[in-house]
C-alpha cells in the first residue's frame, strides 16, 4: 500500500498515511485530486478505481471515507477488508467510534493504524492482539504515572507479566 | 470505555481541538492557530523548564497543526526530548511527531538515531517496537545507514518477542525498499525464509511480505520459501473455519496471509517438485471448490475475504499459465461473478478476464462470455466498469468476433464517457486494422470513427488509415468514393477533411470518370469547407490543390485562381502563404512531364508497426496491447497489418537484447511527437521513411518541399571545389588529437549543439540531430581572421576498427575560406555497430602561408543513437533483472563536480538520450533513465539509474545494458557530466 487517507464528506481530511517518500507539496496535491475525485462518485459505483498508476480502493463508513492507493499487483478486495479490520479496531478501542473520536484523539488513531499496518503491510490481523498492544500501552503509561509516584520502578515487571 | 478516560486526556489538546472546529472561517482558524503557535513558542522559549506533560501536550498540538495543512518549523527539539523520557505516552508522542515531521537538520537526525538505538538496545518490546515503527515511518536513507544492518538480528535473535519480530520484518521492507544496498544478505536470510513455519500467525504475516519483496531481486537465495509457503497455505485452506481463533476473520481463516502466500508464490515458476505441486494444484482447486460453496454468512466481509483469496488463487493459475483445466475453471468462476449484483465482484471479474484471455488455454472459454460483457458495456452504471468491459472486449477480439466487437464498440462510442472515447477510438482502429478481412471494412469503420467522434480520432489514426490505403491499390477506389461521400454531409469533421483532402489529391482519378464526382465536382466539394478548417489543413488542402492541377489538368486555371488569390497569396500564415507561393509557381513553369514526376503518386509506406498500437502502448503502459501484441496467437494477421517490422536484430542476432526493451513497446521512430503544426504534420504524411530525412537544419517541411526545387545552392559551390573524390588520410597523415580534445567531445556528450572549438583563427560550430541509427551533423568553420585561409581542407578520419563501426560520409567544402566568412560541411552518419572512441576530425590549412592543423574528436558518442524508451516500473525492474550478470553491469561512484541540482540532471540525462522514469525508484532524489541504442547491425537496451547523494556530494551511477563495453562506456561518459 503507498498510503491511507481518511476524510469527510465535506472533503476535511482527517488521516493520512504515507508509505512512500513524497514531499509535502504532493501529498496535498495528491490528497485534493483524491478526495475530490472519490467524493464525487456515486453511492452504488464500484469500491475501486485507477488512478495514475495505481489502484484505489475506498469505501465510506457513515462521514468518513477511507481510501487507500495501493500498487498494480495488490489484491483489491483484500483492501477493502483491511479498511475494515481498522474501522472495527478504532470502534474497538473507542467503543462505537464516530469521527469525532478521529478528531479528538488523532494520535491514537495512529498508533492503532501503526499496530495494525506497517510499512504499507498488514502487520497483525488478530483484532485482539492489536488491542492488546495498545491497551498495554495505555495500561503502561497510567502505571507509570502511579511507578513515578512510589518510586516503584519494580512493579513494572508484574505489570507485563500479569498482562 | 472511551480512551480519553483511559489516563492521558489532554485537556489542553481538546480544547484547542475544539477552539479549531468552532472556528467560522478559514481566517478565524488561522488566526487562532496563529495565537496557539506564539503560545508554544513562548513555552519553548521560556526559561522555566517545561514537565513532560506539557512538552508532550504542545508537541501535540503542533502535530494537530501541521496535519491541518499548516507549516510548522519548531518544535523538533522538544520532540526529540521526549523520545528519551520514559514514559511510554511521552516517548510515543515524540516518535509520532518524528515519523510525520521528519526533519533533514543532521544534528536532529543524530540526536533521533541515538534515542532509537537506546530503545532498540532496551530490550523492552513495546519500546523496541515504538523504534521500529520509527523506522518504517521516516524509513529515510540516513535511518537505513544506522539500522540497516542491526535490524536483521533483531528479527531472527531467538529471544525476540512475536510482536518485536513482527515490526522488525516489516521494518526491514520499508528500508529494503527505500535503499536495497543497505540491506546485507547474509546468513539471516536463510532463518528469515523459516519464518514461514512460525507458530505465531501474526510473525508469518509480516514475513511473508519481506520475503516477498527480498526473493524478487535474489529468487535463488530464497527457493525454499516455495514448499514452505505451499506446506502454510494448505494448512490454512484445509483448517475449518473457526481453528485458526482470531486469524479467522468472518469465517474464512487468515485471507490476508493466505492472499500474501499465493502472491509470494507468484514470484517463482511452478514448483519443481512433483510432491509440492500436487499439494499446491490441490490447493488451488479446494479454493476453487470453497467458492462453489454456499456462503457461511450473509455479511460481504465474509465474501470479500473469500474472493480476495479466490482472485489471488486465480492470478496464481493465470501466472503458471500451464494447467488447462484449471485455467478454464478459473474462467468459468469469472463468468459467474460477470452477472454478481456486486459491482465490486463484476469490476474485478472483467479485469481478471483480460488477463486469462491473452493465455491459449482459457482464450476460447473466456469468448464465450461475449454477450454478457458487450451487456455489460452497455448497461454498467459506472464508468470505470464499463471501461473494463471495453479493455475485456479488446482483449477477446481475434477474427471470428472482430466484426461483432467492432461495431458493438463503435455504438458503444457515440454515449461513451469523454474521458475513455480516445482509448476507444484507439483500439477500434486497431481491431479494424488488425483483423480486416476485407480493407473496404475497415475504411468504413475508420470513417464511422471521424464522424462519431472526430474529436478523439487522433493523428496517428488517420496517419494510419492513409497508409493502409496507399499501400494497397484494390481499396483506393473505394476509398476515394467513401470519402467523397462523407464529405458531402452538410457538417463533416475537419479530420474527415484531411482524409478526404490527402485520399482525392491522391487517388481522386479513379472516381473522376462519374459525373458525379468529376474533377470540378470534387474540387469544389474539397473548397467549399477550406475556409471552415485550420492553417493545418488548409496547408493540405493546398497541396491536395497542386496535385488536382496534375491530376486533372482541367482544373488547373480554377485552382491557379484560388492560389492567386490575396487570401493565399499574402495569408498571414507563412505556411499557407508560401504554399500558395510556390505551388502557383510550380504549376505555372513546370511542364506537364515535370509536375507528373513531382507530382507523382506517393509510394508505398514502408510496413513498421501500427502507430496506432504504440499510442495506445503510451497511453495505457506495456502489456495494454495484451495478446494482441505480436499476433503470436493469430500468425496470419502479419498479412493484413504488415504486422510488427522485424527489426535486423531479432533476426540475424539472436542477442539477449533483442526484446529486451520491450522495442515493439517503443514508440515508433517514424511517427514524430504529436504536434499539431503544418510542418511535422505534412511530413508524417509525406515522408517516405522513417529516417530519409532527419529533417536537419532545413525544417522538415522545407525538406518535403526541396525535393520539387533545384538543388540547394551549396550543392554547386561544392561541385566547383574539386571534383576528385577525397581518400581520407590515414590516421597516421594526421597528427594527434589536442590536449583539449577529450573535454571539448564530453562537453557535447548531452547536447548536440554548440561551439566545438575555437582559437584565435578558426571557431568550429556543430549542429546535429540524430535518429534511429542515422545523424546528420552540420559543421560550421569560421574564419576569425580578415585573411583568406587556403587549402582548408577538414576531413573526418576513422581510427581503428571504427571504420565497421561508423559510417560518416562527408561533403567537401571550398578551399578558401574567406576572411569572416564561415562554411559549412553537412555529415551525414551511420551507427553500423556499438563503437567506443570517437572518430577524429582533421582539420588543415594554410593560413599567412603558415600551414596550420588540428585534430579534435568528433562530437559523435554512441549515446547519439540512445532512443529513449518508456516504461512503468514493474517493467523495468522486470528488466533490471534480467541484466544481472555481473558484466552486463557497470557502475560508478564519483564526486559530484558541479552544484547538485536536480532540474540540471534530469535535462544532462535527456540530453543523453535516454528516457527519465518517474515514479520507478521508490526514492524521488533517484533517477532512472532507460533507451535503446540502435544500430544499424543490433540494438543495444540501456537501463540506468543515477543515486545523487547531497550530503556527501557524491554520485552512484550504475548502467545495465545488453552487452558489456557498452554499459562501462556509456557509465564512463555520462559520470563526466556531473
Known sequence: MQFMLLFSRQGKLRLQKWYVPLSDKEKKKITRELVQTVLARKPKMCSFLEWRDLKIVYKRYASLYFCCAIEDQDNELITLEIIHRYVELLDKYFGSVCELDIIFNFEKAYFILDEFLLGGEVQETSKKNVLKAIEQADLLQEVFFLCCLTKAIGCLGEVWEGS | ?????????????????????????????????????????????????????????????????????????????????????????????????????????????????????????????????????????????????????????????GDSMDSVKQSAALCLLRLYKASPDLVPMGEWTARVVHLLNDQHMGVVTAAVSLITCLCKKNPDDFKTCISLAVSRLSRIVSSASTDLQDYTYYFVPAPWLSVKLLRLL??????????????????????????????????????????????????????????????????????????????????????????????????????????????????????????????????????????????????????????????????????????????????????????????????????RVLQIVTNRDDVQGYAAKTVFEALQAPACHENMVKVGGYILGEFGNLIAGDPRSSPPVQFSLLHSKFHLCSVATRALLLST??????????????????????????????????RAVEYLTLSSVASTDVLATVLEEMPPFPERESSILAKLKRKKGPGAGSALDDGRRDPSSNDVNGGVEPTPSTVSTPSPSADLLGLRAAPPPAAPPATSGAGNLLVDVFSDGPAAQPGLGPTPEEAFLSELEPPAPESPMALLADPAPAADPGPEDIGPPIPEADELLNKFVCKNNGVLFENQLLQIGVKSEFRQNLGRMYLFYGNKTSVQFQNFSPTVVHPGDLQTQLAVQTKRVAAQVDGGAQVQQVLNIECLRDFLTPPLLSVRFRYGGAPQSLTLKLPVTINKFFQPTEMAAQDFFQRWKQLSLPQQEAQ???????????????????????????????????????????????????????????????????????????????????????
Open chain 2, 1 to 157: 470505555m472511551p480512551a480519553v478516560s483511559k489516563g492521558d486526556g489532554m485537556r489542553g489538546l481538546a480544547v484547542f481541538i475544539s477552539d479549531i472546529r468552532n472556528c467560522k472561517s478559514k481566517e478565524a482558524e488561522i488566526k487562532r492557530i496563529n495565537k496557539e503557535l506564539a503560545n508554544i513558542r513562548s513555552k519553548f522559549k521560556g526559561d522555566k523548564a517545561l514537565d513532560g506533560y506539557s512538552k508532550k501536550k504542545y508537541v501535540c498540538k503542533l502535530l494537530f497543526i501541521f496535519l491541518l495543512g499548516h507549516d510548522i518549523d519548531f518544535g523538533h527539539m522538544e520532540a526529540v526530548n521526549l523520545l528519551s523520557s520514559n514514559k511510554y505516552t511521552e516517548k510515543q508522542i515524540g516518535y509520532l511527531f518524528i515519523s510525520v515531521l521528519v526533519n533533514s537538520n543532521s544534528e536532529l537526525i543524530r540526536l533521533i538515531n541515538n534515542a532509537i538505538k537506546n530503545d532498540l538496545a532496551s530490550r523492552n518490546p513495546t519500546f523496541m517496537c515504538l523504534a521500529l515503527h520509527c523506522i518504517a515511518n521516516v524509513g529515510s536513507r540516513e535511518m537505513g545507514e544506522a539500522f540497516a544492518a542491526d535490524i536483521p538480528r533483531i528479527l531472527v535473535a
Open chain 2, 892 to 978: 560508478k561512484i564519483f564526486k559530484a563536480n558541479h552544484p547538485m541540482d536536480a532540474e540540471v540532471t534530469k535535462a544532462k540525462l535527456l540530453g543523453f538520450g535516454s528516457a527519465l522514469l518517474d515514479n520507478v525508484d521508490p526514492n524521488p532524489e533517484n533517477f532512472v533513465g532507460a533507451g535503446i541504442i540502435q544500430t544499424k547491425a543490433l540494438q543495444v537496451g540501456c537501463l540506468l539509474r543515477l543515486e545523487p547523494n547531497a550530503q556527501a556530494q557524491m554520485y552512484r551511477l550504475t548502467l545495465r545494458t545488453s552487452k558489456e563495453p557498452v554499459s562501462r562506456h556509456l557509465c564512463e561518459l555520462l559520470a563526466q557530466q556531473f
Open chain 2, 545 to 578: 490543390y497542386i496535385k488536382f492541377i496534375n491530376l486533372f489538368p482541367e482544373t488547373k486555371a480554377t485552382i491557379q485562381g484560388v492560389l492567386r488569390a490575396g487570401s493565399q497569396l499574402r495569408n498571414a500564415d507563412v505556411e499557407l502563404q508560401q
Open chain 2, 266 to 463: 507468484q514470484c517463482y515458476p511452478p514448483p519443481e517438485d512433483a510432491a509440492v505441486k500436487g499439494r499446491l494444484v490441490e490447493c488451488l482447486e479446494t479454493v476453487l471448490n470453497k467458492a462453489q460453496e454456499p456462503p457461511k454468512s450473509k455479511k460481504v466481509q465474509h465474501s470479500n475475504a473469500k474472493n480476495a483469496i479466490l482472485f489471488e488463487t486465480i492470478s496464481l493459475i493465470i501466472h503458471y499459465d500451464s494447467e488447462p483445466n484449471l485455467l478454464v475453471r478459473a474462467c468459468n468462476q469469472l463468468g459467474q461473478f460477470l452477472q454478481h449484483r456486486e459491482t465490486n465482484l463484476r469490476y474485478l471479474a472483467l479485469e481478471s478476464m483480460c488477463t486469462l484471455a491473452s493465455s491459449e488455454f482459457s482464450h476460447e472459454a473466456v469468448k464465450t462470455h461475449i454477450d454478457t460483457v458487450i451487456n455489460a458495456l452497455k448497461t454498467e452504471r459506472d464508468v470505470s466498469v464499463r471501461q473494463r468491459a471495453a479493455d475485456l472486449l479488446y482483449a477477446m477480439c481475434d477474427r471470428s468476433n472482430a466484426k461483432q466487437i467492432v461495431s458493438e464498440m463503435l455504438r458503444y462510442l457515440e454515449t461513451a464517457d469523454y474521458a475513455i472515447r480516445e482509448e476507444i477510438v484507439l483500439k477500434v482502429a486497431i481491431l479494424a486494422e488488425k483483423y480486416a478481412v476485407d480493407y473496404s471494412w475497415y475504411v468504413d469503420t475508420i470513417l464511422n470513427l471521424i464522424r462519431i467522434a472526430g474529436d478523439y480520432v487522433s493523428e496517428e489514426v488517420w496517419y
